[in-house]
T-cell receptor, first 111, second 115 residues
Framework: DVKVTQSSRYLVKRTGEKVFLECVQD?????MFWYRQDPGLGLRLIYF?????MKEKGDIPEGYSVSREKKERFSLILESASTNQTSMYLC????WGDGYTFGSGTRLTVV | KNQVEQSPQSLIILEGKNCTLQ??????????LRWYKQDTGRGPVSLTI?????NTKSNGRYTATLDADTKQSSLHITASQLSDSASYIC??????????????FGSGTRLSIRP
């Protein structure tokens, strides 16, 4: 089975801190994604990547950046965390034309 | 505009009862539709995938139906168990090979099973 591992289940950070969320997948998938999930809003795409060093903005990229230096690892970076970035963050990976495999999620609280 | 709408928003049923969750979509051109189950605090897990030509697909006590003409799908859960308590998310993909923005998520139905 494909495994998508997010490095932290829970994180608490202070406003203004730089935050790194890490995601690793072990099945050589080309595509990796970062979503945030908020009550009543469903999943919203932040960024995705279809190859090493390639990235594209999703629907809500403001305040975020990403890094994909290796195929198996996709990092989400909050340059200066704000309270409105408190959310559940989900990483996913996929092959072209296939469905997603999701990680377990990271619940980030910014205080 | 590509949209996926799910109903009801939340549902409470007694253990052992059946229930049906609805998904209506306007995504075009349609490629496939998936139902995911998401336990609290966890990432979504795929239950079923249906393409244009498939009307029904089962996965244990879960049965998904698809009507491509009316652009509706349903997820039927038979003989519910306490472990079925979760959010169920409908996800529709358009025929775009590369763009992740062509994958549209519904907001989900939160199902609670009471003993």
């Amino acid at each position: 089975d494909v495994k998508v591992t997010q490095s932290s289940r829970y994180l608490v950070k202070r406003t203004g801190e730089k935050v790194f969320l890490e995601c690793v997948q072990d099945m050589d998938h080309e595509n990796m994604f970062w979503y945030r999930q908020d009550p009543g809003l469903g999943l919203r795409l932040i960024y995705f990547s279809y190859d090493v060093k390639m990235k594209e903005k999703g629907d809500i990229p403001e305040g975020y950046s990403v890094s994909r230096e290796k195929k198996e690892r996709f990092s989400l970076i909050l340059e200066s965390a704000s309270t409105n970035q408190t959310s559940m963050y989900l990483c996913a990976s996929s092959l072209w034309g296939d469905g997603y495999t999701f990680g377990s999620g990271t619940r980030l609280t910014v205080v | 505009k590509n949209q996926v709408e799910q109903s009801p928003q939340s549902l409470i049923i007694l253990e052992g009862k059946n229930c049906t969750l609805q998904c209506n979509y306007t995504v075009s051109p349609f490629s496939n539709l998936r139902w995911y189950k998401q336990d609290t605090g966890r990432g979504p897990v795929s239950l079923t995938i249906m393409t244009f030509s498939e009307n029904t697909k089962s996965n244990g006590r879960y049965t998904a139906t698809l009507d491509a003409d009316t652009k509706q799908s349903s997820l039927h859960i038979t003989a519910s168990q306490l472990s079925d308590s979760a959010s169920y998310i409908c996800v529709v993909s358009a025929k775009a090979y590369s763009s992740a923005s062509k994958i549209i998520f519904g907001s989900g139905t939160r199902l609670s099973i009471r003993p």
